[in-house]
């Protein structure tokens, strides 16, 4: 347990290193290869805006880590997974039921021999869903296994990692800012769903966040653009020519 307890830091240090920029997200494998063996791995950043997710370092192949990045939301796991309660999802937890409705599974795991691994799904701070790590072994893992509460506990530093990939870099900021009268890239989202007439739980849905969150987000917009309610907001977005991702 020490061994994968001092691991685990490693990786922290390796997530803390990537989200501030000096190393890459690939030496956050690289240092999660120590804490557990694992065949392949990756870490995918969610986008809001094309919703599908981007691989950002990873070793499955070409057409597993296409499945991740363009079709695993769709899975019937994938609601499973999402769910911000739960820590990982294990693949020796998974119902054979769902497993045998799963195409990830089906088409992707299973012909590469997959035995066993965890999905873990990585939350920002204030609720957004920000992309994943998936790891994948062709051997069981011991039983009882350690790694299951030191990866819990290193989600925060995962998703932290992943979602400073997303930031814009800080010379495009001061431009779309004027622009879009200060508003920053995810009230620029949530604005454009307001477009569609969508409520406050459908915008949560779409760009995985809480209907909370989003109706922080709205406030901000109208003070910053000085509006009335969200209907002069969809106005002025339409305006501006800004629509939601289909």
């Known amino acids: 347990m020490a061994d994968v307890l001092d691991a685990g830091i490693h990786v922290r240090d390796a997530a803390r290193s990537a989200m501030s920029g000096a190393t890459g997200v690939d030496t956050v494998l690289a240092a999660l290869s120590q804490m557990m063996e694992y065949d392949h791995a990756s870490l995918a950043r969610w986008d809001p805006l094309r919703r599908r997710h981007t691989t950002l370092a990873g070793s499955y192949p070409d057409d597993a880590t296409a499945y991740i990045e363009t079709r695993l939301h769709h899975d019937p796991v994938f609601p499973v997974l999402r769910s911000p309660a739960r820590g990982g999802l294990w693949l020796r937890d998974v119902p054979g039921q769902l497993l045998a409705a799963s195409p990830g599974f089906q088409e992707v795991l299973s012909p590469l021999g997959i035995e066993d691994g965890v999905a873990q799904c990585l939350f920002a701070a204030d609720g957004r869903y920000v992309g994943m790590l998936n790891v994948s072994t062709r051997r069981p893992r011991h039983t ?85 309610n969200r209907a002069a907001a969809a106005a002025r977005a339409a305006a501006w020519g800004i629509e939601p991702s289909r």
């Open 144 to 228: 009882p296994d350690p790694a299951r509460a030191v990866l819990t506990l290193l989600t925060e530093a995962l998703a932290a990692a992943v979602d400073a990939r997303a930031t814009p870099p800080p010379e495009q900021a001061p431009a779309d800012a004027r622009r879009f009268g200060g508003l920053s890239p995810r009230e620029l989202q949530v604005l454009a769903e307001l477009t569609a007439g969508r409520t406050n739980r459908e915008i949560a849905q779409r760009l995985y966040i809480t209907p909370r969150t989003v109706g922080t987000h709205i406030e901000h917009i109208l003070a910053k653009l000085d509006l009335p």
